[in-house]
């Protein structure tokens, strides 16, 4: 019998990357999402791909008695994996009551109805920005959290928080947090990617707009910062990558025998880039010259985040496989795809 999964936010980027991953692998997906940041084409081209349209019901998680009647219809899940959530990182700034509200009475009434209904298994979507400016890299698990530096970053930390008392409190319910550093890159197929909605706040979205001619410049924030080329260095993931590893930690999950306390894991390559390296990796791997200028420091940026890897590695079994070129490859061609279909 196939093992029906939630996914929460799953027509969005990451998780409509890993729908794909979980249905080549077996399981039964249903997509819980209220399309605010997404659209049911995702669900489509999850279809080209895999010859398999999920199930899908339009809802809004911060809606409790909705939320409920919906878990209580599908009890026979095995898992949640919860992506739904605001993600703009400045938008937060501005309106830190709407990521609160939203991100966090979205999760509370997901668990709430998981609860209620016996599904006591969830994978959390958490970012390397709970350790806000690290003072030694690699950041590993056990760093410390410092404070976040905004509303967003803040609402996945307390997410974090709320799912370690809940799992102390619940020993049946058990769960797993994700940190993801810089996700980026799409599917090989090229059908399916990142949509930023407006002009991008993020690097490789305005990269390949601007490739595209879609934005005049890319502005380069920041060339005093303390790295070797003087531009801030993150770590990039593939968001393949990434996908596959929510496949394992489900898989994880579902084996558990015994209660175990909230599990965190980095995903990362372990590897940081710079901005210019990245701009070069993109100019090398396509062949096409950016316009850009190096320019001010953005406001919150920190110079350097990185993850360590080591723990995932030896207690998830899992690395990440594809290389800086592969997600320059694989944005541009999303990119341009994307562009075709306007
Ligand atoms: N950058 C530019 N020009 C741009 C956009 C970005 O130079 O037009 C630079 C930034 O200053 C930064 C780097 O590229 O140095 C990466 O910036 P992103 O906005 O792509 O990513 P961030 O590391 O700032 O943010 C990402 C996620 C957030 C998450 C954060 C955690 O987008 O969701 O990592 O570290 F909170």
């Known amino acids: 019998m196939r093992k029906k999964i ?75 994996i919860h992506f739904a959530a605001h993600k703009a990182v400045g938008e937060s700034v501005l309106d830190p009551l709407k990521y609160y509200q939203n991100n966090l009475y979205a999760l509370i009434n997901t668990l709430s109805a998981q609860r209620e209904n016996g599904i006591n298994k969830f994978i959390f979507s958490s970012s390397a920005t709970v350790y806000g400016d690290p003072d030694h890299l690699p950041v590993t698990e056990e760093s410390e959290l410092k404070r976040a530096s905004s509303p967003y970053g803040n609402s996945k930390k307390i997410g974090e928080e709320i799912l370690e008392d809940l799992t102390k409190s619940d020993l049946n319910f ?56 003087g531009t801030a260095i993150r770590d990039y993931i593939h968001v393949v990558d990434l996908a596959q590893a929510h496949v394992v930690a489900l898989k994880r999950l579902l084996e558990q025998k015994q209660e175990s306390p909230l599990e965190v894991f980095n995903l990362g390559t372990a590897k940081g880039y710079s901005v210019l390296e990245v701009i070069h990796s993109f100019e090398s791997v396509t062949q096409v010259q950016l316009n850009y200028k190096l320019t001010d420091r953005r406001a919150g940026d920190i110079a350097s985040l990185y993850a360590a890897t080591e723990r995932t590695e030896k207690q998830l079994g899992w690395k990440a496989q594809k290389g800086i070129d592969e997600m320059m490859r694989s944005s541009w061609e999303w990119e341009q795809y994307y562009r075709s279909q306007q």
Request: net charge negative; proline share 5%; with cysteine.
């Open 6 to 80: 939630i996914v929460t936010g799953g027509c969005g980027y990451i998780g409509s990357h890993t729908v794909i991953e979980l249905i080549e692998n077996g399981y039964d997906v249903l997509v819980f999402d209220n399309l605010s940041n997404s659209t049911e084409v995702s669900l489509d081209r999850i279809e080209q791909i895999t010859g398999t349209r999920p199930a899908f019901v339009q809802l809004d998680l911060s809606d409790a008695k909705e939320t409920n009647i919906l878990f209580k219809l599908h009890q026979d899940a095995h898992a949640v």
């Open 174 to 229: 058990s769960a797993i947090s994700l940190r993801y550093f810089n996700p980026i890159g799409a599917h090989a197929s090229g059908f399916i990617g990142e949509i930023p909605s407006g002009i991008p706040n993020n690097l490789m979205p305005y990269i390949t707009q601007t490739a595209a001619g879609v934005r005049e410049q890319l502005l380069v924030y920041g060339n005093d910062y303390p790295t070797p080329d």
